[in-house]
């Protein structure tokens, strides 16, 4: 496996349910984050970790929770989700944090459905 | 508050050149990117520009005004695989991306 890779691609469940989205970067980078997109919005930032510490909580609810085990892998883990909620979640990892030129790397998204 | 705006959509037609704006305020400014996203894909690098100027890759150039909050991404010869949500991003005094909404580019034959 090369580059960011998440699981699942696709995911459908209910307001009740729990589940945990995977990200997994095989570059080497030390900063790895979690996006929310929606459609015709921006890109919204959820959490950044670097070297494994989080260090940005952009306001996002507490039934979204982030787990850094190390440096290559990211979760995310869902609880009683609203229908709002529904939107692609792109993890995306960078090499260096803190400095200008720091190419963030995309995985392809898991297209989640809250019914 | 920190802003990006660009264009929600524009069309082109194949062989053609299109250039997608991007204005952006921010809280400082450590460089501006452009990203590729195929529709259902995950978005992909094309360019960074942190100085004033045109930067050249190939068939896709991108400009950079810091004075003005100014760029925009020029694709040559369009080819329909260049049909894509292009996303203009800005890092901010943070070190945070700043995102627009992206423009979706359709193309023609």
């Known amino acids: 496996e090369t580059g960011v890779t998440q699981t699942p691609r696709h995911l459908v469940m209910g307001m009740t349910n729990k589940k945990s989205l995977k990200c997994e970067q095989h570059l080497g980078h030390n900063a790895m984050y979690w996006y929310k997109q929606s459609a015709k919005k921006p890109l919204e930032l959820m959490f950044v970790?670097?070297?494994?510490?989080?260090?940005e909580n952009n306001s996002v609810p507490s039934r979204f929770s982030p787990e850094c085990p190390n440096s290559s892998h990211l979760f995310l883990h869902l609880h009683t989700l609203q229908p709002e909620d529904s939107a692609l979640y792109l993890c995306?990892?960078?090499?260096?944090?803190?400095?200008?030129?720091?190419?963030?790397?995309f995985g392809p998204g898991t297209r989640l459905t809250v019914l | 508050g920190q802003n990006i705006d660009q264009p929600t959509e524009m069309t082109a037609t194949e062989g053609a050149i299109v250039q997608i704006n991007c204005t952006y305020q921010t809280s400082g400014f450590n460089g501006l990117f452009w990203y590729q996203q195929h529709a259902g894909e995950a978005p992909t690098f094309l360019s960074y520009n942190v100085l004033d100027g045109l930067e050249e890759k190939g068939r896709f150039s991108s400009f950079l005004s810091r004075s003005k909050g100014y760029s925009y991404l020029l694709l040559k010869e369009l080819q329909m695989k260049d049909s894509a949500s292009y996303l203009c991003?800005?890092?901010?005094?943070?070190?945070?991306?700043?995102w627009g909404a992206g423009t979706k580019l359709i193309i023609k034959p």
């Open positions: 970790y670097n070297f494994k510490e989080q260090t």
């Open positions: 991003a800005v890092m901010d005094s943070n070190y945070q991306l700043i």
């Open positions: 995306a990892s960078s090499p260096e944090p803190g400095q200008g030129y720091n190419e963030q790397f």
